[in-house]
């Protein structure tokens, strides 16, 4: 139901029109990906199965794990990039937190003690997080989350310190007023 989702969605309909038949669109989430990755290399081979991957499954994981279900050059054809999300820093809307050098400060004062969200190991969220750690000597703790639905929902109600997400996954709590959007 994210934005990877509804982007899937826009291009299944104009397959299905140019094709003249159904495009149907199975989400398969969890396991980094891997869950879908596997689904598809076990799917049809007529080309007609399509996959939509994020950047990370081809650029960063084939350094991260030492193996994955998957070779990057032998079982995919990339056909085209189909979007680029801006990610936003977000916080439950009573946050105390009103920039994102007021959470860097805090994570300076509390080693550890805040916590963020992502749905997964390598994400861009996470490696963005991880790169924000380097760079100002902080640490967060890192919580995983299935779904993006149950990690948005976790900011809104402050389980979680701060998250980051696009537009797509978090637009709709932003517009209720349940979170607020820092960078």
Do not use: C
């Not at 081979?45 to 081809?58: A, F, I, M, T």
């Not at 794990?65 to 990339?78: A, C, G």
């Not at 969200?117 to 996470?126: D, L």
């Amino acid at each position: 139901g994210g934005g990877p989702d509804a982007i899937a969605r826009v291009l299944a309909e104009k397959l299905s029109r140019k094709w003249g038949k159904p495009v149907v669109i199975e989400n398969k989430p969890g396991g980094n990906g891997f869950i879908a990755i596997d689904a598809f290399k076990r799917g049809a081979s007529d080309g007609h199965d399509l996959l939509q991957l994020d950047s990370v499954h081809l650029a960063a994981y084939p350094f991260m794990f030492k193996k994955l279900p998957y070779d990057v050059n032998k079982d995919f054809e990339p056909i085209a990039p189909l979007f680029q999300s801006f990610l936003f820093y977000t916080v439950p809307t009573g946050s105390k937190y009103k920039k994102v050098s007021d959470i860097i400060a805090d994570a300076k004062a509390n080693p550890g003690k805040i916590n963020y969200g992502s749905w997964s190991i390598g994400n861009p969220v996470h490696l963005g997080v991880e790169e924000v750690q380097e760079l100002t000597g902080t640490k967060f703790e890192h919580v995983l989350y299935k779904e993006n639905a149950q990690l948005d929902t976790s900011v809104a109600t402050g389980e979680l310190g701060f998250s980051i997400g696009s537009a797509g996954t978090v637009g709709p709590l932003y517009k209720a007023g349940k979170v607020r959007l820092l960078a």
